[in-house]
């Protein structure tokens, strides 16, 4: 799990049977909310809408009610703010945890409106974009720059002087 994504590149299957006997607190659903409670403390995500998947040891499952919007939470566990509060509530020094009754005490802020925390978290989740996108841009560039210094040193492309500059 990663701060707001889960990330499917190391994944493992197991049978129905092994998933039962995991999944003994039940399985989340969409909108619940998986939080690491050590190594790494503090990550968060949405579980996703389509599939099932275990959750593994050091990761609990928040579900809201009907005051709290499940996005907006989410953004309040990954911010500064909520990840300072973690941290204080956190014991360990090589490897930092949190207990369920240490997290339970976290006092989540929130406008008393859910529809304004979904304003709030639609906003954000739009910049997120935003900004993966520009991630891209900027990935797709720096290759582009890397090819351009190769064939710019390997001679391979040419760069035109104008009699003008050298003098």
Not at 137 to 142: D, I, R, S, Y
């Given at each position: 799990m990663r701060a707001g994504y889960i990330d499917f590149s190391n994944q493992e299957y197991i049978d129905n049977e092994a998933f039962e006997s995991w999944m003994t607190r039940g399985i989340p659903q969409f909108g619940d909310i998986l939080f690491t409670t050590e190594a790494p403390l503090g990550m968060a995500c949405k579980y996703p809408k389509d599939g099932v998947f275990g959750v593994g040891q050091r990761t609990v499952t928040l579900r809201v009610n009907e005051k709290l919007n499940s996005d907006f939470?989410?953004?309040?566990?990954?911010?500064?703010?909520g990840q300072l509060l973690i941290d204080l509530r956190s014991s360990g020094s090589t490897a930092k945890g949190i207990k369920s009754s240490e997290l339970k005490k976290i006092k989540v802020y929130f406008p008393v409106i859910v529809e304004e925390q979904q304003k709030i978290?639609?906003?954000?989740?739009?910049?997120d974009k935003e900004i993966k996108l520009l991630e891209v841009k900027l990935t797709h560039f720096k290759q582009e720059k890397k090819a351009l210094m190769q064939q710019l040193l390997t001679g391979k492309r040419r760069v035109k002087v104008d009699d003008k500059e050298v003098s």
């Amino acid at each position: 799990m990663r701060a707001g994504y889960i990330d499917f590149s190391n994944q493992e299957y197991i049978d129905n049977e092994a998933f039962e006997s995991w999944m003994t607190r039940g399985i989340p659903q969409f909108g619940d909310i998986l939080f690491t409670t050590e190594a790494p403390l503090g990550m968060a995500c949405k579980y996703p809408k389509d599939g099932v998947f275990g959750v593994g040891q050091r990761t609990v499952t928040l579900r809201v009610n009907e005051k709290l919007n499940s996005d907006f939470l989410l953004y309040f566990l990954l911010s500064e703010k909520g990840q300072l509060l973690i941290d204080l509530r956190s014991s360990g020094s090589t490897a930092k945890g949190i207990k369920s009754s240490e997290l339970k005490k976290i006092k989540v802020y929130f406008p008393v409106i859910v529809e304004e925390q979904q304003k709030i978290a639609s906003a954000l989740t739009a910049v997120d974009k935003e900004i993966k996108l520009l991630e891209v841009k900027l990935t797709h560039f720096k290759q582009e720059k890397k090819a351009l210094m190769q064939q710019l040193l390997t001679g391979k492309r040419r760069v035109k002087v104008d009699d003008k500059e050298v003098s």
